[in-house]
């Protein structure tokens, strides 16, 4: 069974910064796109950013130039720098992995998996 777990979210003041973390881990033969997405009350899911496992990279517009996503191929792991932060950048951040795992009785099937998400706060 594969997990993702997140961690850095926390509370921030304006133009400050955060990092994001997330570790995939279980049965993973390999890690595809790796993400971040985020939920504000009252609002739909946005994309945040995305990561491919060659390293191409896209931002959702509105984060473009504050935020930079990264990935430790060998270690499961994606990052989100978070620079410039800004009171509507406040919402609940969900990493999102898709990657190829096996059944219990060794068949291989592409997957995809939501983490539990992390509150980002900022605030003055």
């Known amino acids: 069974q594969v997990q993702l777990v997140e961690s850095g979210g926390g509370l921030a003041q304006p133009r400050g910064s955060l990092t994001l973390s997330c570790a995939a881990s279980?049965?993973?033969?390999?890690?595809?796109?790796m993400g971040w997405y985020r939920q504000a009350p009252g609002k739909q899911r946005e994309l945040v950013a995305t990561?491919?496992?060659?390293?191409?990279?896209t931002y959702g517009d509105s984060v473009k130039g504050r935020f930079t996503i990264s990935r430790d191929n060998a270690k499961n792991t994606v990052s989100l720098q978070m620079n410039s932060l800004k009171p509507e950048d406040t919402a609940v951040y969900y990493c999102?992995?898709?990657?190829?795992?096996?059944?219990?009785?060794?068949?291989?099937?592409?997957?995809?998996?939501w983490g539990q998400g992390t509150q980002v706060t900022v605030s003055s």
């Open positions: 999102y992995a898709e990657f190829l795992t096996a059944s219990d009785y060794g068949e291989t099937y592409k997957d995809d998996l």
């Open positions: 279980g049965y993973i033969f390999d890690m595809y796109s």
């Open positions: 990561i491919s496992n060659d390293d191409i990279t």
